[in-house]
């Protein structure tokens, strides 16, 4: 069974600081890495998306992705109260069209 | 943008109603999904359609089934509602290139079954 585990949180962090989200995935074929944010009562919306080992950073948002260790993870910096959600960390299934959700991790941002 | 329309927001069925859940993308996507997405389980796939008339089952078919006629269009049916299938539905597309296979949510439908 194709996995992805995310640490369900919360994760509290002050408002300013530098928030870290991670991920592990277990199928060794996958190939790209999504973080998609999730509002209460709203649909994921894809923040970004990785394919190579090392750092990508868009605004704010940084993903890292280390193939040898299976692992992925999001940072987000200078965290303001609008983060405040829950994070999906995805893998595609290697060989399928399908991608591979973790459960997600909550990050609660304090003023 | 990638637009993906859940034309039902919200509905409330009885069980044993049989339930038709549409969704449209404008994006000429070939992928198509649909998740139900409950408290603690995160996002499971009920069904997906990699083109027109073609479908597989993903993790939790049981007591759904899909339709594909149009690259555009991809119904979830529920054949006869339970209240277990109480939750929030996600209809998806994406399209496989070489740098992957990037999901599109639509807005959700939240399906209450009593």
């Known amino acids: 069974q194709k996995e992805v585990e995310q640490n369900s949180g919360p994760l509290s962090v002050p408002e300013g600081a530098i928030a870290s989200l991670n991920c592990t995935y277990s199928?060794?074929?996958?190939?790209?890495f999504f973080w998609y944010r999730q509002y209460s009562g709203k649909s994921p919306e894809l923040i970004m998306s990785i394919y190579s080992n090392g750092d990508k950073e868009d605004g704010r948002f940084t993903a890292q992705l280390n193939k040898a260790s299976q692992y992925v993870s999001l940072l987000i910096r200078d965290s303001q109260p609008s983060d405040s959600a829950t994070y999906l960390c995805?893998?595609?299934?290697?060989?399928?069209?399908?991608?591979?959700f973790g459960t997600g991790t909550l990050l609660a941002v304090q003023p | 943008d990638v637009k993906v329309t859940q034309s039902s927001r919200y509905l409330v069925k009885r069980t044993g109603e049989k339930v038709f859940l549409e969704c449209v993308q404008d994006?000429?996507?070939?992928?198509m999904f649909w998740y139900r997405q409950d408290p603690g389980l995160g996002l499971r796939l009920i069904y997906f359609s990699y083109d027109v008339k073609m479908k597989e089952k993903g993790d939790i078919p049981e007591g759904y089934s899909v339709s594909r006629e149009k690259k555009e269009r991809f119904s979830l049916i529920l054949e006869s509602a339970s209240t277990n299938q109480t939750s929030m539905y996600l209809c998806?597309?994406?399209?496989?290139?070489?740098?992957?296979?990037?999901?599109?949510f639509g807005e959700g439908s939240w399906l209450t079954v009593v």
């Open positions: 994006m000429d996507h070939e992928n």
């Open positions: 998806a597309s994406s399209l496989l290139t070489g740098s992957g296979n990037t999901i599109y």
């Open positions: 995805a893998a595609d299934g290697g060989a399928t069209n399908k991608l591979i």
């Open positions: 199928d060794r074929g996958s190939q790209s």
